[in-house]
């Protein structure tokens, strides 16, 4: 097993209202990770995502795919801050910002 990496994604598309969030919660969870996932007022979707490196591309390579009722044209993703976590168990949706 590799190393815990942090990530910081930004979806953009139409990724709102088409139960991407719902989606990605049950896609991180099912691989193990830890994070949030939240909806920007910009319409974009934003995650924070913790866990081995090998889960953490599954999801990068999901996140551009997403749900059937998404199109996501672009995925960006930053190395993230592991401390914004907090002890926030589990992947979970957070508050629009």
Known sequence: MSDAVCRNLRIHGR???VGYRWSLVAEATRLGLSGWVRNRRDGSVEA???GSLEAV???L???HRGP???RVDR???NEGNAG????RPGFVQIATR
């Open 61 to 63: 390579v999901w996140a």
């Open 48 to 50: 924070l995502v913790s």
């Open 75 to 77: 995925v960006l993703c």
């Open 15 to 17: 990724v709102q209202g």
């Open 57 to 59: 591309h599954a999801l």
């Open 84 to 87: 914004e976590l907090g002890s």
């Open 68 to 70: 059937s009722m998404a």
